[in-house]
């Protein structure tokens, strides 16, 4: 009887601890929404980008403005304007229509940025929220655990006290003994292996076109894709910023890995706590890159704005 009793409990755990399982997270995937502007965007277009090498040699443009003007000016298709506002004034004619068309395509590019930040930080954040629902879960669950084997190892120790005072055959009480032990390692054991996952579906991927590289992009403007991609003085050896990002992702963030990899390229993905901390990480470090791109926004702006003032 006392041994039947011993399976009955190690059933009846069992059972509790399948309940408590991952059914919260597996329903949670119905709350995590897509970071799409509704309805969509139209696909983006625009003029050809003017290879910066050469840009850098045109006498015309490069002993006016600096590098980083010029590079900022190139992604933003701005370099005939730039041209325009500087023959205008060895002409001494109007400048008026050329500073028209630099505000409207920085008014546009400051658009853009802020438009792709919010999007990316929209991604960080539901990874981040999702990833702290999981782990919330994760530490009610070991709770739940370690409280169910400390309970049971002292229900253990009383049960094969009682029937050793009760003069119950010595093999009953080993079975007892260690049926309960093995039972409460196994419950503390579970507690320290549980890992729950949520399937996250996002079909707009945008560091799929980061990690693959891909000519144009299919979630980036022009604008941003292009300064993405181009030459950058502020980093080593002049990587562009998206290789820089490749180069401390692979450092830091596991991504050269191939079963990561193919998750944060795919449409959907298992996920724990720690792998959507490492999503919104991602997201947040190609945030503030694409953000950084104000502070050379700004630098044009004040050089176009000092050349218009003479």
């Known amino acids: 009887m006392d041994i039947r009793f011993c399976w009955i409990a190690l059933l009846f755990s069992a059972l509790l601890m399948a309940c408590s399982g991952n059914r919260e997270a597996q329903t949670l995937a119905a709350h995590v929404a897509e970071c799409a502007p509704m309805p969509p965007l139209p696909a983006y277009s625009a003029e050809p980008l003017e290879p910066i090498g050469p840009v850098f040699r045109d006498s015309l443009l490069i002993n006016r403005f600096s590098n980083t003007a010029l590079a900022t000016a190139s992604v933003c298709r701005l370099l005939p304007a730039l041209r325009e506002l500087v023959r205008a004034e060895q002409r001494g004619g109007s400048t008026a229509p050329a500073r028209q068309r630099i505000d409207e395509r920085l008014t546009v590019a400051t658009l853009e940025l802020a438009s792709v ?15 702290d629902y999981l782990a919330e879960q994760k530490n009610s669950r070991t709770r739940t655990l370690t409280l169910m084997s400390i309970l049971i190892g002292a229900f253990g120790g009383v049960l094969t006290s009682v029937m050793a005072l ?5 093999q009953s009480i080993k079975y007892s003994a260690i049926g309960f032990g093995l039972l409460g390692a196994g419950i503390g054991l579970t507690s320290l292996t549980s890992n729950q996952q949520v399937t996250i579906r996002h079909e707009r991927n945008p560091l799929r076109d980061v990690l693959n590289g ?13 300064y993405l991609n181009q030459p950058n003085e502020r980093n080593p050896k002049n990587r562009s910023i998206r290789q820089h990002l490749l180069s ?10 191939t079963a990561d990899r193919n998750k944060l390229v795919g449409a959907a993905g298992d ?26 926004l700004q630098r044009l702006v004040r050089e176009t704005n000092a050349r218009s003032s003479r």
Do not use: I
Request: charged share 25%; with cysteine.
């Open 117 to 131: 930040a919010a999007e990316l930080d929209c991604h960080e954040e539901t990874a981040d929220q999702v990833a």
């Open 214 to 226: 891909p000519a144009n992009s299919a979630y980036f403007p022009p604008l941003v894709w292009a």
């Open 166 to 170: 009760r003069n119950v055959g010595k």
């Open 248 to 257: 401390r992702w692979a450092a830091f963030e596991g991504v050269t890995k």
């Open 271 to 296: 996920y724990t706590a720690d792998q959507l901390h490492r999503r919104a990480n991602l997201f947040d470090q190609l945030e503030s890159e694409v953000n950084l791109m104000y502070y050379d």
